[in-house]
């Protein structure tokens, strides 16, 4: 009988290797964070994150491959997705060791977002018990097809491309957060930016859809 010269917890590493090796990418990233949005397909992808489709193809193939996205026929097009919950929480703990440990992070924070937007964000548990009391407007600055995908219940969505023209639809009485795909999603601070200078009481939800759903929280969406 012949034995194994690799012992089961190397090769326990070596699989957890391959998943890091999967995730050693920006542009795979942010795939992943746009499919947390919901599942889209090869064009989508490549048209929000202005990679060439065969780029978008690769890199979600290489995805597939080291079971991070999960993909279903629907007609002729393929449609991707992430593929559990637990995708979105690595990339959520990959966030926060980086925040940690990492100089160049805090500097990227600290020179783009901190510039725009100082102030604490809301947290989840604080939106919940405002929005039931309603006292603030949840706003939802993703693209349309992303808030049809799914959104924060009783959300309204004016993508942050329209948010100029559409001041009108808003009401001051009322403190808006705006939330959209994640930590570092720019629509929401500039939403926040452009609110505040138009006279609105304004602020950012800690985190966006993705980690709203994580958290186990209700999602809706928009069926018709």
């Given amino acids: 009988m012949t034995m194994s010269t690799t012992s089961p917890k190397r090769a326990v590493f ?10 050693g990418h920006a542009g795979r990233i942010e795939i992943i964070e746009l499919l947390a949005q919901g599942e889209r397909s090869v ?11 065969a780029t978008t193809s690769q890199h979600l193939q290489t995805l597939k491959r080291a ?25 959520s703990a990959l966030r926060v060791v980086t925040e940690q440990h990492a100089a ?6 600290r020179g783009y977002f901190d510039k725009r937007d100082g102030m604490e ?30 959104h924060i219940p009783g959300a309204t969505n004016i993508p942050l491309s329209e948010l100029e ?5 808003l009401t001051k009485d009322r403190e808006i957060i ?21 006279g609105f009481s304004a602020r950012r939800l800690k985190g966006g859809l993705p980690q709203w759903r994580t958290a186990g929280l209700e999602i809706s969406r928009d069926l018709t």
């Avoid at 947290?123 to 808030?147: H, K, M, Q």
């Fill in 165 to 169: 023209q559409r001041l009108g639809d």
């Fill in 43 to 53: 064009e989508a992808v490549a048209e929000r994150t202005g990679m060439t489709v």
């Fill in 121 to 150: 964000p809301v947290s989840r548990e604080d939106l919940l018990e405002r929005a039931r009391a309603g006292l603030v407007t949840v706003l939802d600055v993703r693209p349309a097809d992303e808030y049809a995908a799914g």
């Fill in 178 to 198: 705006a939330y959209c795909r994640g930590p570092y999603c720019v629509y929401a601070f500039e939403a926040v930016a452009a609110l505040r200078q138009a």
């Fill in 67 to 91: 079971g991070l996205v999960s993909a279903r026929r629907d007609g002729k097009f393929i449609l991707y997705s992430v593929s559990g919950d637990e995708v979105i929480a690595l990339i």
């Fill in 104 to 109: 160049e992070m805090d500097r990227i924070v």
């Fill in 14 to 23: 070596e699989e957890f290797a391959k998943t890091a090796k999967c995730l």
